[in-house]
């Protein structure tokens, strides 16, 4: 019975034995290579961080080629101002000729009025005196009265004595007509030059001003662009800045600050919106709302929450704890050694003449202490052994 019972407790472990070797190869199958695994996430973190300074890229070549287009834009629009003016000034002209045009029409009819009119008189005037004397004109010339002889003269005062004379005048008033045409042609010929001059500006003015459009609705799409971008990256920001501030039990918050003028982009800026008690609203950080350490604070946790977006080596941090209340000082302390002790974040030289007492530290910060003064030990006569007896000695007490 011993020997069974003994035979039946070894098959027994035996069975189990096989058992836990076969658990043991299925986990060591779905272990995961941590090697592999950390190698892969770095790749990742690598591209997304390429992929970002990409983005940065094209945003800085984005806003290149606005600024060009801008330019260009000015220069057009100077150039349309100045056709504009030349446009206005051709159109005055114009009308100023157009004026001399029609006092020059209007003499010209008034003297061919009064050509024909004292044509009409003489030839009546004359074809009367010839009615007259033949009606009183005696066969014996010499028995002419005087008075006929009166009437006759008045007749023809101020008229030529003479038909050549008489056609004389008419060559002459013809004459002075033939000018007055040559005048009226030349101020024709020069309306037309006008107004073939002020079509032609007129066609080159919506020339330019179809280049000002597309070259707005260009800069317009380019805009467009830069702001989506840059507001998805300040989204991100925000999103780890709110994170932070909520862990230290306050409040916080950044923001796009858009200038009234869209076009303006040196008075692009982000507002930095923070809550550090209670009951209050969030305000923007200024010189008087906030104290030295609340700033200390804000600034602080602003920069580590550019860590995703920034790709830097390391990072210098000089005296940054200074004016901040214990309480703060030791929560930004221990945000800054979770981020740096951190592989994928930055490293970090944080540079402090005080540091609290009994502050957490990660395995992978080093300490450096600078002894600088008048009562400062020399350097060969420091001894790191018996000074860390004595702290040792002092807590034993």
Known sequence: MAINEKRNARTKLE?????????LALYQNKKIDLAKEEKSSREKEKKIHEDKLNKLNDHANYLNDYNQRCAELTIESCRLAISRYEHEKAKADLETHNEDLTKIK?????????MKASETETRICAQNVIKSIGKTLPTNVSLLSNEIIMEVKSKFVGLPQTIQDLDTDIMSFTAQLNCQSNVK???????????????????????????INQHQSTADNSKDNWLKQVKEMISQINEKFVDLFNTMGCKGEICLDVPENGDDYE????????????????????????????????????????????????????????GMDPQNERRVFELLVRHSSDKANSQYFLLSPKLLPDLKYSKKIKLLFVCNGEVA?????????????????????
Not at 106 to 114: A, D, L, R, T, Y
Not at 189 to 211: M, S
Not at 387 to 397: D, G, N, V
Request: hydrophobic residues 35%.
């Open 106 to 114: 209007e003499e010209s009819v008034q003297k061919q009025n009064q």
């Open 185 to 211: 042609e030349d101020i024709i010929r020069e309306y037309r030059n006008q107004t073939k001059k002020l079509a032609d500006l007129e066609g080159r003015r919506q020339g330019l001003e179809l280049r």
């Open 377 to 397: 030990l020399k350097s060969h006569e420091w001894n790191v052994a018996k000074y860390i007896e004595r702290r040792k000695a002092l807590q034993s007490l």
């Open 267 to 322: 008075k692009y800026g982000i507002n930095i919106k923070v809550q550090f008690r209670d009951g209050e609203k969030l305000h923007e950080m200024s010189e008087f709302l906030q104290s030295g350490g609340e700033k200390s604070v804000s600034v602080m946790l602003y920069m580590i929450a550019l860590q995703n977006m920034t790709i830097c080596p390391f990072r210098c941090v000089d005296e940054i704890n200074q």
């Open 15 to 23: 069975r189990k034995i096989a058992e836990k070797k076969q658990a």
